[in-house]
């Protein structure tokens, strides 16, 4: 079925190096959403992105909506310990659907 | 406010063994929702409700079944617990919106373990 793809499926970094997740759609999206879930946690909202082409920062965080509105990506600037966790797109469909996430690792 | 709860936190069954999942919002969210997370398959969605006494099929639904008798309240039921239904449950509630892009919010989860 219709569906968000995330890559990569895990990422180990080193404190201090950037990080990027991928979501890509087949088809063209509305909008979409990520979210963060900590080890342990639940999943939590960050942000929504609407617009073709649209960039949003959240301090370290930048995140992208692709032209053709069909792909996203996360970026996060000098990773820290604290973000580690698993970050999720989600795309609307029928209702929310999240891609399988990518798992970030930050060693010290 | 407390948002989403969910009771209970953690919870063992035996094979066959019937429970219920309490989820509740005090949001006045219309929308609520029950995934189930297992490692590398994201989250999936099993049955969710638009509204007080509706509810509606997700992507995993067989072997649960749900309630939406209050509008605060989201309830998930297993008659004939299977260990393949070992999980993470989350409930989820969102307010009224285009349909798949409202911003959902999670409660803490519930770690079930089917022996």
């Known amino acids: 079925g219709q569906q968000v793809m995330q890559i990569p499926q895990y990422q180990h970094v080193q404190e201090g190096e950037d990080f990027t997740t991928y979501c890509n759609s087949s088809?063209?999206?509305?909008?979409i959403q990520w979210y963060k879930q900590r080890p342990g946690g639940h999943p939590v909202f960050l942000i929504q992105?609407?617009?073709?082409?649209e960039v949003k920062k959240q301090k370290r965080l930048t995140f992208q909506f692709g032209e053709a509105k069909k792909n996203s990506s996360l970026h996060i600037t000098a990773t820290q310990t604290t973000d580690v966790g698993t970050y999720f797109c989600a795309g609307p469909w029928s209702t929310l659907t999240f891609g399988k996430g990518t798992m970030l690792l930050v060693s010290p | 406010n407390a948002g989403v709860t969910q009771t209970p936190k953690f919870r063992v069954l035996k094979t066959g063994q019937s429970m219920t999942l309490l989820c509740a919002q005090d949001m006045n969210h219309e929308y609520m929702y029950w995934y189930r997370q297992d490692p590398g398959m994201g989250l999936r969605l099993i049955h969710y409700?638009?509204?007080?006494?509706?509810?509606a099929k997700g992507e995993v639904p067989d072997g649960y079944n749900v309630s939406r008798l209050k509008k605060q309240n989201f309830l998930l039921g297993l008659e004939s617990a299977a260990p393949s239904q070992t999980s993470v449950y989350f409930c989820?509630?969102?307010?009224?919106?285009?349909?798949?892009?409202?911003?959902?919010?999670f409660g803490p989860g519930t770690r079930l373990l089917v022996l």
């Open positions: 409700s638009v509204g007080e006494g509706t509810t």
């Open positions: 992105l609407v617009k073709s082409g």
């Open positions: 088809t063209t999206l509305s909008n």
């Open positions: 989820a509630s969102s307010s009224l919106g285009l349909a798949g892009s409202e911003t959902q919010y």
